[in-house]
Antibody, heavy 115, light 106 residues
């Protein structure tokens, strides 16, 4: 079955960077874009961007351009999301999700606290 | 940027019908997807492409989309349906989520 398993919780200082991983299994990793969505405490879902694991092409939401980088390691079927210049309002749960015309599969989420 | 507006909260009596709206400019021309998020859990799709229900989602969940409003309908709401619900569309090379609606079953 399709699974997306994300890395564990992180605590970072303001100004630092964080890199969250998303290990995919149960499907052909190269065939479906990986998207990243975050959710601040008590807030809604915020889309961050997408990455095509085959081509490594990316597309980022305007508010994250210049601070976010989405990459992959195809040999390990793992996607990564790195966010730099962390601020307190980056404190959130970060999710990866497969794009198949919508988001049918999600990772369990990775909590990133900036303090 | 494209905006999707949802009511902050909707309440429904047990066994009655709940309707959650998602308002966007000419949203009827787009495909709308709906997600249910239980407290502390990742979102789960309950309706995709306006009206389609994934395997395992109860028949009481249905969707419609026309004009400027998409609607998620939960017929015969159960206590286990209490959750946050989000609509989603693709617009101008970006995914957009509505602000979310908290459903309370009384």
């Amino acid at each position: 079955q399709v699974q997306l398993v994300q890395s564990g919780a992180e605590v970072k200082k303001p100004g630092a960077s964080v890199k969250v991983s998303c290990k995919a299994s149960g499907y052909d990793f190269a065939n479906y874009d990986i998207n990243w969505v975050r959710q601040a405490p008590g807030q809604g879902l915020q889309w961050m961007g997408w990455m095509n694991p085959n081509s490594a092409n990316t597309g980022y939401a305007h508010q994250f351009q210049g601070r976010v980088s989405m990459t992959r390691d195809t040999s390990k079927t793992t996607a990564f999301m790195e966010l730099t210049g962390l601020r307190s309002d980056d404190t959130a749960v970060y999710y990866c999700a497969i794009n198949y015309f919508h988001f049918p599969y999600w990772g369990q989420g990775s909590m990133v606290a900036v303090s | 940027s494209y905006d999707l507006t949802q009511p902050l909260s909707v309440s429904v009596a047990l066994g009655q019908t709940a309707r959650i709206t998602c308002v966007g400019n000419n949203i009827g021309s787009k495909s709308v997807h709906w997600y249910q998020q239980m407290s502390g859990q990742a979102p789960v799709v309950v309706i995709y492409r306006d009206t389609n229900r994934p395997a395992g989602i109860p028949e009481r969940f249905s969707g419609s989309n026309s004009g400027n409003t998409a609607t998620l309908t939960i017929s015969g709401a159960q206590g286990g349906d209490e959750a946050d619900y989000y609509c989603q569309v693709w617009d101008s090379y970006s995914w957009v989520f509505g602000g979310g609606t908290k459903l309370t079953v009384l």
